[in-house]
């Protein structure tokens, strides 16, 4: 980019203060994008299959392999900065909150059934999700990954 390390360190503090800032612009473009994917979708089925498609989305080719800052931090740097991690699971939790929200409206609007367990259904579409962003590392092709969305959404039936 041409920066030297003086201009970095005049707009941010010190290293961590770059992750940071980058994991910040991460979570944002994603949020940007799955607003985008939930333009359409009207029922709380359609919002949970928008969802599922748009991790979808960056779960397979190249954008697969290059992984999720959320998830590979959590990983590696959750044993040893104690706030960071905070951040990373409230990411987490954030995408699964979005899930029961669009599950509770689901049963409320009947496309989804209303047997259903609004939290464990949450977390393991949350663990889709994630899923889907390792098998995404592995070099998974969207093929695989929409079959994926597709047996997630016939769990919820």
Do not use: W
């Amino acid at each position: 980019m041409g920066l030297t390390a003086g201009s970095l360190y005049k707009a941010f503090k010190d290293k961590r203060a770059i992750f940071i800032a980058a994991l910040d612009r991460y979570i944002q473009s994603r949020e940007v994008e799955l607003a985008r994917h939930l333009e359409s979708a009207q029922t709380g089925r359609e919002k949970v299959l928008a969802t599922l498609r748009c991790y979808g989305d960056v779960s397979h080719d190249v954008e697969g392999r290059r992984g999720c800052l959320v998830l590979g931090g959590l990983t590696d740097i959750d044993t040893f900065d104690a706030k960071l991690a905070h951040r990373f699971r409230q990411a987490l939790s954030r995408i699964e909150h979005l899930f029961a929200g669009f599950i509770e409206l689901g049963v409320q609007d009947e496309s989804l059934p209303n047997h259903l367990d609004v939290e464990m259904s949450a977390r393991y579409l949350l663990c889709m999700v994630e899923g889907m962003r390792v098998l995404g590392k592995r070099g998974a092709n969207a093929a695989e990954i929409e079959g994926i969305v597709l047996q997630a959404m016939r769990s919820l039936d």
